[in-house]
């Protein structure tokens, strides 16, 4: 012992280096942030997709989570993961990967659990006492009577029709969207204490608002007037609009179309009517389109279900007459700006009825006379507020100006219902701010298993053309989990703990506890950044020291 | 119908942990009680390998030991940025004697331990490739050759790094150092010199030898635990990128040391009793140059004025490494280990209800 009481030659008292902050050596330093992720950016009813995934990848009791998350924004999923065209997917980083997320699947899954168990929707905010009149029970209608209701606030529907679902009964068929699903979806709404009308047409919304003493209106009529074009025909020939026909196909007696059906259009609606003519014993159901197939507005998969049921395309077609059973076609070229131009050929088609698919109108006799309204390209002007130019009346769906799907129907009676809701308390409706956008350049995928997409199974073909059984078949639970799993979060951290492992510096505290992150201890972060590279999901960025 | 079981866990086991894992299931770094063997406040440069792979390897090693070991460290950076005195970032019983004789003196542990009969009581000896490969070579081969129970733990950097970057034994071909310098024609390290220490430990038939990166914990891990589980000389040759000493950014550490072993020109491999019993195989193949370019001691080889050739000899090296351990996957697809979310594989789109 050396004379000061320590061992030999130590002078001082050994101490940790947890004395030495080299916090201080930092230019830069990791925050974690939240990004947006491509799918919830181009969800058109404003989902928050990575957060319902980030759930239900949990399995179990995750699953009514994920559910719970899906349905404050949208009431439908068993109907959306069926019916919608799913952008998300488009924008899916996982597509660079290997194959994007199936995140219709998912949400079907979810769905139809959530049909199967009986989940309900619970009611928590205080009855504001002001009442709501929504005008119309399709996707739209439906949706903000649904958001209305749960914001407080007291909804009755009026419905022109005898079923509510709009569209997704009366546009889409069978097979695309079983009815007991529809109806499942639309009864766990009404369920919220909704007052729906059937066969209640509203003559004028500025009247009906009136009399009924409410206190704002939400327009969602949609479009279901089958746009006509002149087809010189004889007398006897049998021509048909889509709508009416898709329409028909929900009452009693099927329509009767003959063994050959040509379809006139390019859209979505085209390939529903001449797959449904198939079904109904068409042993020939030919689409006539004017353009090529590469130019054609209807999405890529109905095309192909469509052709392997056996319905044949006819491109680059117009419909010149319709004349004893026979159609007469003049075939057309695409001239250099990609317009069908006529080149004078003729060729004879038989057909025992003719089925115009080219696009609809709404009907928007309601706001005759009402002060304000501004009507342009047949469409009602609304603000971003979704208000017309008339105080209290608001408009969304297919009678506005929008791509005209489901999803977007949805989305922008969940975007009224917010702004409706502003306006009866004499506010504006602020949406949150977006957060910067998580593209593929801010993800590390090394971290992410290779995994290819779960694929939903079809009905045989052989099947499809004698019934009106639903033909995409639904995930299992394990297909839908791992489905889910092969999310890859983008933007949002998963608690994954790489940043925790690899800090050279031990300088990331994990908070430990379930949905708790991490946080930078900045007494010791030397600001390396090695944190931010290795997050598989960008969560995390440098952002430079005040100095 | 053909049918293939896939199991997917979102990020597979690539991360560090996953809050869907069982705890048990998770690594060691993802622990909230992980031991911290190596604890904040030491002064390694940002982004430091060694720091970081020493953390992962004491880390495991004191869980597997339940705590009871004892670490003799040679001198280099590793022992300098962790302990100038009277303060230690060393949170396990430590000690450093001279550059060349940490694995003398960790024997030298453990035989006071045997003697003592405390055996439940194990011993690391840890360097940097200088004192390893080079400066305490002569007292590693002899640890190896009485059959002493310690494991010891390579820190590769590939140079001296404490000292100003100056080439080891362990110093790649072509690389820049402190004094092979790439002037006059000589572009960088010679090829032809240099130690494979990770055979020559075969050499010696020990039980147990094993390489690893930072790049991949849980194998780095799983290593470690098995090293523990064995008893005599056992030996860790573990890759650490050095920023500075390599020109690298601070943040690309785990990068490079994962795009080593993606090109073939680290091969990860463990080996009982002189013989290779399993090989990490690359997973996403990429050719040298990835690995070379983010690093300025590999500069001189591109651009203008630039080696080719010598990029293709190291390409050479990559790919004879690549036969020598089969290091490609046999059968196309990659057996990762995975957990939870099983799924059946059908043929895409053709499975009937």
């Known amino acids: ?547 | 119908m053909a049918e293939q079981r896939v199991k997917l866990y979102q990020a597979g086991t690539f991360v560090v942990g996953n809050r869907l894992l069982e705890p048990d299931e998770r690594t060691v770094q993802a622990r909230m009680d992980r031991s911290n063997s190596l604890t904040s406040g030491h002064r390694a440069c940002q982004g430091c390998g060694e720091a970081l792979g020493a953390r992962y390897a004491l880390d495991a090693a004191m869980r597997a030991t339940d705590g009871k070991l004892i670490a003799a460290n040679a001198t280099g950076c590793l022992e300098v940025f962790s302990t100038p005195f009277p303060e230690s970032s060393w949170q396990l019983p430590w000690i450093h004697s001279l550059f060349g004789n940490a694995p003398a003196v960790a024997s030298g542990v453990a035989a006071a331990l045997r003697a003592k009969g405390r055996e439940d009581i194990r011993v690391i000896g840890q360097g940097g490739d200088g004192g390893t490969v080079d400066i305490g070579f002569g007292c590693l081969s002899g640890m190896f050759e009485r059959g002493d129970d310690v494991l010891f733990v390579c820190y590769d950097n590939e140079a001296y790094m404490n000292t100003g970057v100056q080439r080891s034994g362990a110093t790649p071909p072509a690389a820049r150092t402190a004094n092979t310098k790439p002037i006059d024609g000589h572009p960088g390290n010679a090829f032809g010199q240099g130690k494979d220490m990770p055979r020559i430990a075969m050499a010696h038939r020990i039980p147990y030898v094993a390489t690893a990166t930072v790049a991949d914990l849980r194998d780095l891990e799983c290593k470690v635990e098995r090293a523990m589980e064995l008893r005599g000389p056992r030996y860790l040759h573990l890759f650490v990128p050095c920023p500075l000493g390599w020109g690298a950014q601070a943040c690309d550490t785990i990068k490079i040391a994962r795009l080593v072993r993606e090109t073939g020109l680290f091969p990860v491999f463990e080996a009982e009793d002189g013989e290779v019993t399993t090989v990490a195989k690359i997973r996403r193949q990429v050719p040298v140059e990835e690995y070379l370019r983010p690093q300025r001691r590999y500069a001189h080889l591109f651009g203008e004025h630039g080696h080719p050739e010598i990029v293709a000899r190291l390409q050479a090296m990559a790919d004879e490494n690549i036969r020598r351990y089969d290091l490609l996957p046999n059968d196309g697809c990659n057996a990762l280990a995975t957990h939870e979310g099983v799924k059946t594989l059908h043929p895409a789109g053709d499975g009937a209800l």
């Not at chain 1, 209807?298 to 010149?320: C, D, N, P, R």
């Not at chain 1, 507020?385 to 969940?414: C, L, Q, S, Y």
């Not at chain 1, 995930?475 to 608690?495: I, P, Q, T, V």
Request: with cysteine; glycine share 10%.
């Open chain 1, 1 to 547: 012992m050396s004379g000061n009481g320590k061992p030999y030659a130590i002078t001082l008292d050994v101490g940790s280096s947890l004395a030495n902050h080299t916090g201080s050596w930092r230019t830069e330093r990791a925050v974690y942030v939240d990004r947006l992720p491509p799918c919830n950016d181009a969800c058109p009813a404003g989902e928050n997709i990575q957060a319902w995934l980030y759930e239900a990848e949990e399995g179990d009791g995750g699953y009514e989570r994920a559910w719970r998350k899906l349905v404050e924004d949208n009431p439908f999923p068993a109907i959306m993961g069926r019916v919608c065209y799913h952008p998300c997917e488009s924008a899916c980083n996982r597509a660079q990967l290997d194959e994007a997320v199936g995140i219709h699947s998912v949400e079907r899954f979810l769905g139809d659990e959530a049909i199967e168990r009986g989940w309900r929707i619970e009611l928590e905010a205080e009855p504001s006492g002001k009442r709501v009149l929504v005008v119309g029970a399709g996707p739209s209608g439906l949706s903000a009577a649904y958001h209305l209701t749960r914001l407080g606030h007291s909804v009755t529907i009026y419905e022109a029709g005898a079923m509510a679902g709009g569209m997704m009964r009366f546009g889409i068929p069978q097979y695309r969207l079983p009815r007991d699903v529809l109806d499942a979806e639309v009864r766990r709404i009404l369920d919220l204490g909704i007052d729906l009308e059937l066969e209640h047409k509203v003559e004028s919304a500025e009247e009906a608002m009136r009399e009924g003493g409410f206190d704002a209106v939400f327009l969602a009529v949609g479009a279901h007037i089958g746009r006509r074009a002149y087809v010189p025909a004889g007398e006897a020939e049998r021509i048909l609009d889509a709508v009416s026909l898709l329409e028909s196909m929900e009452g009693a007696e099927p329509p009767r179309l003959g063994r050959r059906v040509a379809v006139y259009g390019g859209g979505d609606t085209a390939m529903d009517v001449a797959r449904t003519a198939r079904r109904l014993g068409a042993t020939d159901a030919v689409v006539v389109y004017r353009r090529t197939r590469d130019r054609m507005p209807a999405h890529e998969f109905e095309v192909e279900e469509a052709a392997q049921e056996g319905v044949m395309m006819k491109w680059l077609s117009t419909v010149k007459r319709f004349e004893g059973g026979k159609l007469l076609l003049e075939r057309m070229e695409l001239d250099e700006t990609g317009f069908p131009q006529p080149t004078g050929e003729v060729e004879e088609l038989e057909a025992d009825s003719l089925v115009l698919a080219l696009g609809q109108e709404a009907d928007l006799a309601l706001l005759e006379g009402v002060s304000g309204i501004e009507v342009a390209d047949g469409v009602v002007q609304v603000g971003p507020n979704m208000m017309t130019g008339h105080a209290g009346i608001f408009a969304g769906g297919d009678m506005v100006p929008a791509e005209r799907t489901v999803t977007v129907g949805v989305g922008h009676g969940k975007k009224a219902a917010r702004n409706i809701d502003a306006w009866l308390r004499g506010e504006a409706y602020e949406p949150a701010a977006k957060h910067r956008l998580a593209d593929f350049d801010s993800l590390n995928t090394w971290y992410y298993a290779d995994a290819p997409r779960a694929e939903q199974p079809r009905l045989e073909v052989a099947r499809r053309a004698s019934s009106f059984e639903e033909v995409v078949g639904g995930l299992d639970e394990d297909n839908a989990l791992y489905e889910a799993r092969r999310c890859l979060s983008c933007g949002n951290c998963f608690s994954c703990d790489n940043c925790y492992g690899v800090c050279p510096d031990n300088a990331v505290i994990k908070l430990g506890a379930p949905g708790e992150r991490y946080e930078i201890d900045l007494d010791y972060c030397k600001g390396c950044g090695l944190c931010v590279a290795e997050c598989p999901c960008g969560a995390i960025e440098m952002v430079p020291e005040e100095v």
